[in-house]
């Protein structure tokens, strides 16, 4: 009995292995590969916490101060740069001669003053033009170094509106937006 199992087993055995062997072969398709170029660049970025403000106007003050955000505006500067920039600069500046307006009348850029000194601190006046000819800077210039080629820096600014420059300024909701731009130079 043992003999027959065996002979059975060894039968079974010969026609799957016959069984495979009858399968065709096929052979394997490879096609052209695809290539991916990758160019790891510098970058700047500027992101901007706390963007509308709330600044309440009376006639013929020189500083109507910002009431909210109570915080400030929070700017966030960060950067990963090659060893030939030198410095990171962060600037304000309205596009514009007169940015803000309520329909009927305007507020020149000139009377939008900033402070990056605090709430009680020093403010200055904003121009009209491009961030880099006539914009603000905010904070002090980063000195890029060896140690900080990668970065970041935070910076918070307050807002006040000079209305003197229009003793009959309307009253209204006045509207508009100035831009924050990073430079990083060689």
């Not at 003050?61 to 990963?80: E, F, Q, R």
Request: no cysteine; proline share 7%; net charge positive.
């Amino acid at each position: 009995m043992i003999l027959k199992v065996t002979i059975l087993g060894i039968g079974a055995l010969l026609l799957v292995a016959a069984g495979i062997a009858s399968v065709p072969a096929v052979a394997q398709l490879n096609p052209p590969k695809g290539t991916v170029t990758i160019n790891a660049v510098e970058a700047l970025t500027v992101n901007v916490t706390n963007a509308a403000i709330t600044i309440p106007l009376s006639p013929n003050t020189a500083n109507n101060l910002s009431t909210s955000p109570a915080t400030g505006t929070i700017i966030t500067t960060a950067w990963v740069l090659t060893s030939s920039r030198t410095a990171v600069k962060i600037f304000i500046f309205a596009a514009t001669p007169n940015p803000l307006s309520n329909g009927t009348n305007t507020i020149p850029a000139t009377s939008i003053k900033i402070s990056s000194t605090g709430r009680g601190g020093t403010y200055n006046a904003l121009a009209a033009g491009t961030p880099f000819g006539t914009g603000l800077q905010i904070g002090p210039t980063t000195n890029i170094t060896s140690l900080n080629q990668s970065g970041n820096r935070i910076d918070t600014i307050f807002f006040a509106i000079d209305t003197t420059f229009n003793p009959q300024l309307s009253a209204g909701t006045y509207s508009g937006s100035l831009s924050i731009q990073a430079q990083a130079t060689p």
